[in-house]
Each structure stands twice: as structure tokens, then as C-alpha cells.
């Protein structure tokens, strides 16, 4: 495929907008799928070096402007009971955002564990057109 060319994948009755829609949703899901299941100690350094690598990885693709994630400190244990004790990352130390372009729209994605439904939810903040 040469360089331009993966719209004529794409049904031409996609507009721009929601071709961004998705391409944040595949970032989102590739973001939070790569993470879950990451094992993981209290050690406030390592919990850090993969908050940054992630975010790195997540910036190699696509339209993408910036990463930001965030591991809830709070809720890693970090107390380990025997010698194959870890922690491991889950959805509800997940907080992340996604700042995506493409063409003229820009979307700023998240990914948050939300408390009352018990979920880590993945969701569009804001759609803007930028020039």
C-alpha cells in the first residue's frame, strides 16, 4: 500500500470525523489491551517506566499527538506476601488520554475507571475541528 493510499480502504461515505472516531477507538483498545494483565510491583520506578513506554509505543501509530497515562499509585498493593507475589495492571488503575489528528479534526480520548459502574470506561471528551 503506497503512502496515502489506506483511504481507498475506507467506504468513501465515512467522513472525516468519524474516521477519527475510529482511529482513537483502535488506540484506545490497543492502549488498554497492551496494559491489562502487565505485571507490576510497587516500585514507583517501574510502575513509571511503563506508564512511559506505553505511552511511546501508543505515539508510534497513526494521527496520534500525545499520550498521557496515568497507574493509580493508590491501588497498586505492593506488599508481597511470598516470592511470586506481583500486582498486575487491571482496568481500574487505568487512567489514560489520547489527543488523535486526522486531516482537519482532532479528538481527545480517555480511558477511566468510572466508580459507579464499575468499569473502565473508554470514551471521546471532545471533538474540535482544527485548521
Known amino acids: 500500500m503506497s503512502k496515502g493510499n489506506e483511504n481507498s480502504y475506507f467506504s468513501?461515505?465515512?467522513?472525516?470525523?468519524?474516521?477519527?472516531?475510529?482511529?482513537?477507538?483502535?488506540?484506545?483498545?490497543?492502549?488498554?489491551h497492551i496494559l491489562s494483565g502487565l505485571p507490576i510491583s510497587s516500585n514507583r520506578e517501574i510502575v513509571e517506566s511503563i506508564e512511559k513506554g506505553i505511552e511511546a509505543s501508543i505515539s508510534c501509530q497513526p494521527y496520534v499527538k500525545s499520550v498521557k497515562i496515568n497507574l493509580?499509585?493508590?491501588?497498586?498493593?505492593?506488599?508481597?506476601?511470598?516470592?511470586?507475589?506481583?500486582d498486575e495492571i487491571s482496568g481500574n488503575l487505568i487512567s489514560a488520554i489520547v489527543v488523535?489528528?486526522?486531516?482537519?479534526?482532532?479528538?481527545?480520548?480517555?480511558?477511566?475507571w468510572v466508580e459507579e459502574l464499575?468499569?473502565?470506561?473508554?470514551?471521546i471528551e471532545k471533538i474540535s475541528n482544527i485548521s
Open 12 to 32: 468513501s461515505d465515512i467522513s472525516d470525523r468519524e474516521r477519527a472516531c475510529f482511529e482513537v477507538g483502535i488506540k484506545l483498545g490497543a492502549l488498554y
Open 100 to 112: 488523535l489528528e486526522f486531516k482537519n479534526v482532532q479528538i481527545t480520548a480517555k480511558v477511566e
Open 72 to 86: 493509580d499509585w493508590d491501588r497498586i498493593k505492593g506488599k508481597k506476601e511470598s516470592e511470586f507475589d506481583y
Open 118 to 123: 464499575n468499569y473502565p470506561l473508554m470514551f
